[in-house]
């Protein structure tokens, strides 16, 4: 299997080439809720944000949201570009991120999709995810769903 090559945007200090690239497979997998540059740069230094490469070419992206709350929730995403996707890229960024989200020390871990992201919504709920709300944001048409980490589920303890 391909080694995905993965980069880290470095918070503030993240170069605009590495934004727009971060910024592209976020507005190609979620065209109804499209970022701008600034929006991205907001994003790099509230949360951790990575590109994953094959071979040099750009496949997809993640987002871990650091944990907050009195429950200490982190929300984990990954995404991988359509066409490049069912070759294990989302697989390595989601563990990643996964990895990521437990270093901060998040006790509950989320993801969202897009209910209209079918491959989305298939991995979340194969990796142990539940859903817990279905919404629609201002100007958005097609709803999002939130999920959560279902740890007994997932580590197999009643
Ligand atoms: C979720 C997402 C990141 C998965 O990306 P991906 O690169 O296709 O993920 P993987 O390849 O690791 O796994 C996807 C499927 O391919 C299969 N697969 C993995 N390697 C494979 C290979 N070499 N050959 C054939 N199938 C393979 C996996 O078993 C899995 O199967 P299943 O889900 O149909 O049972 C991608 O679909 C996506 O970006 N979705 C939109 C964004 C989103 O909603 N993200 C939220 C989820 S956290």
């Given at each position: ?82 066409e ?6 989302g ?35 194969e ?32």
């Amino acid at each position: 299997m391909t080694d995905l090559d993965i980069k880290r945007l470095d918070g503030a200090a993240a170069g605009d080439e590495e934004l727009e690239a971060w910024r592209h497979v976020h507005n190609t997998i979620i065209p109804t809720h499209l970022l701008s540059l600034a929006d991205v740069r907001e994003r790099a230094v509230r949360n951790h944000l990575e590109l994953a490469y094959a071979d040099g070419v750009l496949v997809g992206n993640s987002t871990v949201r650091p944990p907050e709350g009195d429950t200490a929730t982190a929300t984990v995403i990954a995404r991988v570009l359509a066409e490049h996707r069912r070759r294990g890229f989302g697989e390595q960024l989601y563990e990643r991120a996964l990895r990521r989200a437990r270093e901060l020390d998040a006790r509950v871990i989320e993801t969202c999709v897009l209910e209209s992201n079918a491959d989305g919504l298939r991995f979340a709920l194969e990796h142990g995810f539940v859903e817990t709300e279905r919404y629609l944001l201002d100007g958005d048409t097609i709803p999002w769903i939130d999920l959560r980490l279902d740890e007994a589920a997932s580590t197999g303890s009643p």
